[in-house]
């Protein structure tokens, strides 16, 4: 029989077991507060805008330079082209200068996916990725090897073999010239004798003349459709097989463009639960909750194809169904196809960038698409302070706007392109007067208020506008005061307290 020592002491296995269970607990133990402990993300903001100057500066020299000048051709030819390209990197300049995203969250997670596929494709020429802060779902490539990705489109995407796709897609654009082709091809016609010839003839009819000019430019404009198209083609096909040589699932490339086709479709359909953040005795009346009937294309009904998915005419994402059957044959039907799963690493991804989409709307005083956005997210996520915050800062500056007789600078016109809950949203703010953004506010506010412990910049300006429609003067003084005391140089400092405009100067009797 064995001794009392012998049953009582544990066997090595056991030990092991045992030692392992109390470091992982103890580990558990040490991480869970830190990880509570983490602050909740707040889109990126620098008051120091040297590198994004500095990156800007460079890439439009770096445009200048690969495009040069037009060597032949005739001198309207010549300075035609020379106003393309100026045109071309002043547009890349203030892209990258007043919005590059240069974070340490999206823009370090995209930079690593663009590595991998310029390391697995070293015969690809040098380019430039620059994730940006438009909130448009789209990428660009510039024909000198500048990329530029819209946070936009980081939302709509499920996975990185998604993202590595539209990556090479736009890599097969740079290695295959497209743009410096259009731009040929574009000047090429309309400085043709055949052109020149052609306008004169119709200036020397002396009737019709408006319509068979518009006759003209239409047809220069299926033309450069034409082959846009084409050059879409292309970049799918070598796009797909730099996809191919990385170690990211290729049969993702499919579903890109399933995405791609969809992305003007809101993150959620249903109508905004106005009445949930908005309703109450404060308001001084019943918020219409009910989304008003839209000819919508998102509508829900029976799927019908159109003219534009059935023929080569104009349409604003070109040919993603004939793009997709293109690759599914490309593929052998290897395909990705209907909603993927999403890994945890990619949805935190997902959920950081539709926070920057949030701000970017804001920030480029879309004040109607950022408050549609935040009433979006909301229900999914009631407690974050951040769109809490926007919320109260979008009534704020709505309110200013229609205070000045400028809303419609900053509010979108009611649409049947546009989704029937953003419609539903103008409609409200359409139907406001100037003293129910004191009712919303305080509705917002004691529907959903806001924690006490919230003390960062974006909760103090959220205080601040709350008080500014309140028209409580005092505490409104107080709070800006206490705002620049701590971020003078802040994100809101300048669009909530921008500085008195210049005294006229006296002129001299």
């Avoid at 889109?43 to 060597?71: E, H, V, W």
């Avoid at 993150?267 to 905004?272: D, E, M, V, Y």
Wanted: charged share 20%; net charge positive; aromatic share 8%.
């Amino acid at each position: 029989m064995a001794s009392y020592s012998t049953l009582c002491r544990p066997q090595l296995p056991e030990l092991r077991f045992m030692i392992r269970y109390l470091f992982v607990a103890g580990l558990l133990l040490w991480l869970l507060p830190r990880a509570a402990a983490q602050p909740a993300y707040r889109p990126y903001f620098s008051a120091d805008t040297t590198q994004a100057y500095q990156l800007a500066t460079a890439q439009r020299t770096a445009i200048r330079t690969y495009f040069g000048t037009a060597k032949t051709g005739s001198a309207e030819y010549r300075a035609h082209y020379q106003r393309v390209v100026e045109q071309a990197s002043a547009e890349v300049y203030n892209a990258i200068r007043h919005s590059a995203l240069l974070d340490p969250v999206l823009n370090a997670a995209v930079q690593r996916v663009f590595r991998q596929v310029q390391q697995a494709n070293p015969q690809l020429p040098p380019a430039r990725l620059v994730l940006t802060r438009n909130p448009e779902a789209n990428a660009h490539a510039v024909g000198n090897g500048t990329i530029l990705l819209n946070v936009g489109l980081l939302p709509t995407l499920e996975n990185e073999s998604q993202l590595a796709f539209i990556l090479c897609h736009e890599l097969a654009h740079v290695q295959c010239r497209h743009q410096q082709t259009t731009i040929q091809e574009q000047l090429g016609t309309i400085h043709s004798r055949e052109m020149r010839r052609e306008v004169r003839r119709i200036v020397q009819a002396e009737y019709n003349i408006s319509s068979r000019m518009k006759s003209l430019v239409m047809g220069l404009s299926l033309n450069g459709t034409y082959h846009q198209r084409r050059h879409e083609r292309q970049a799918d096909s070598l796009g797909y097989v730099l996809l191919r040589r990385t170690s990211f699932d290729a049969s993702q490339a499919h579903r890109a463009l399933q995405l791609l086709d969809q992305m003007d479709a809101p993150a959620s359909a249903a109508p905004l639960e106005l009445g949930r953040y908005f309703g109450c005795a404060a308001l001084g009346r019943p918020l219409e909750t009910e989304a008003p009937k839209s000819q919508s294309i998102f509508a829900v009904q029976a799927p019908v194809k159109t003219v534009l998915e059935t023929t080569d005419t104009l349409k604003s994402h070109p040919d993603c169904a004939k793009r997709m059957g293109y690759l599914r044959a490309l593929a052998g039907g290897a395909v990705a196809e209907g909603t993927q799963p999403v890994a945890p690493e990619f949805a935190r991804l997902r959920a950081v960038s539709r926070l920057e989409v949030v701000q970017s709307w804001f920030d480029t005083e879309c004040y109607d698409h950022a408050l549609f956005e935040a009433l979006l997210l909301l229900p999914t996520d009631p407690q974050n302070a951040y769109l809490r915050a926007i919320v109260q800062l979008s009534l704020h500056q709505l309110h200013h706007y229609q205070l000045t007789h400028r809303l419609t600078e900053v509010v979108s016109n009611v649409s049947g392109q546009q989704p029937a809950n953003f419609n539903q949203l103008l409609h409200t703010l359409y139907g406001l007067r100037t003293t129910e953004y004191q009712g919303l506010s305080a509705c917002f506010a004691q529907l959903l208020p806001p924690p006490a412990a919230d003390t960062d910049e974006y909760a103090l300006a959220a205080r601040y506008a709350a008080a500014a429609l309140a028209e409580d003067a005092t505490r409104a003084q107080a709070l800006q005061q206490q705002y620049l005391a701590q971020y003078q140089n802040g994100r809101f400092a300048a669009r909530l307290f921008p500085p008195p405009p210049p005294a006229p100067s006296k002129r001299r009797r």
